[in-house]
């Protein structure tokens, strides 16, 4: 019994009384927060969005030529319908035929002035849209890394070719810029080739056959819309092709020898003359 007279609990008794929930003489402890709110990591913030690149009137007529050349190439009468808007005779007048026409007169002398106008256009438009510094340089990278990437592959060391990738995505991507350039130049070299091609059939063929029969000097004479031998090509194809290799390659030349005279006046670079290297070796 305790001291005033009352009997003492059993431990039965103990052990059936609920625990005590109130009274703040415990404190109560903290709830855990569920687990799936714990782990649940914090949004990243996103990356600012790059800007638009801004339009540029250049690369929708880059492009646009480029189309109008596959559809000439594809549809006949489209082609021969654009190439008509130049003129083929005395008949359909047109700018380039009043230009260098003759009245079909004089056909070969025709062809020979459209193959110099078509490939001084198309000897500007590749030298505008081509960076001869940065090709060179790009050309002389891309020969010294494959040497240094196959140094590193035959080595067979892993560490060697992690190291030279970021040095290989930088390439790749000047050599990307590079391949850009030359194929904006094509198109317009594209649509121009198919345009006068054209344009040079079609006035032959509007011409008689006195103007279309061209002689030789000695006696003999050939029909420019005649084939040769049993190959589907006529003669003024290939005459005219004759015509436009040689203007390709002095243009393209000149102008190459132009632009980068103008580039070295530009940034200071002074002339030097081609010879053998220094004794010492190049510096």
């Not at 489209?78 to 005779?89: D, F, H, P, Y």
């Not at 009245?103 to 849209?129: C, H, K, P, Q, R």
């Not at 991507?173 to 079609?202: C, D, N, P």
């Amino acid at each position: 019994m305790s001291g005033d007279g009352k009997p003492l609990p059993s431990a039965a008794d103990v052990a059936a009384e609920p625990l005590p929930t109130g009274g703040g003489a415990e404190p109560e402890e903290p709830e855990e927060a569920p687990a799936s709110e714990e782990a649940e990591p914090k949004p990243a913030a996103r990356p600012a969005r790059p800007p638009p690149a801004p339009f540029k009137i250049s690369t929708f007529v880059y492009v646009f030529l480029g189309l109008l050349g596959l559809w000439m190439l594809i549809d006949s009468s489209a082609r021969n319908s654009i190439a008509g808007l130049l003129g083929t005779g005395p008949g359909t007048p047109g700018p380039l035929y009043w230009l260098i026409g003759f009245n079909s007169d004089y056909l070969l002398l025709t062809m020979a002035l459209a193959g110099a106008i078509e490939m001084f256009v198309t000897s500007v438009a590749y030298n505008y849209t081509t960076n001869w510094i940065k090709a060179a340089k790009v050309q002389k990278w891309s020969s010294a890394f494959r040497k240094v990437q196959m140094e590193a592959i035959r080595s067979g060391k892993k560490d060697r070719i992690a190291a030279l990738k970021p040095q290989q995505e930088k390439l790749t991507r000047l050599s990307g810029e590079v391949s850009i350039a030359q194929f904006k130049g094509m198109a317009i070299t594209y649509f121009l080739l198919i345009l006068i091609y054209s344009w040079v059939g079609l006035t032959i063929s509007a011409a008689n056959v006195v103007q279309k029969t061209v002689s030789f000097g000695t006696g003999s004479s050939v029909v420019l819309t005649s084939t040769v031998g049993s190959l589907p090509i006529p003669i003024w194809f290939i005459i005219f092709s004759l015509y436009t290799v040689p203007f390709s390659l002095v243009f393209r030349r000149v102008l190459k020898d132009y632009w980068l005279r103008r580039y070295a006046n530009e940034h200071h670079i002074a002339p030097f003359a081609p010879g053998p290297p220094p004794a010492g070796g190049l510096v």
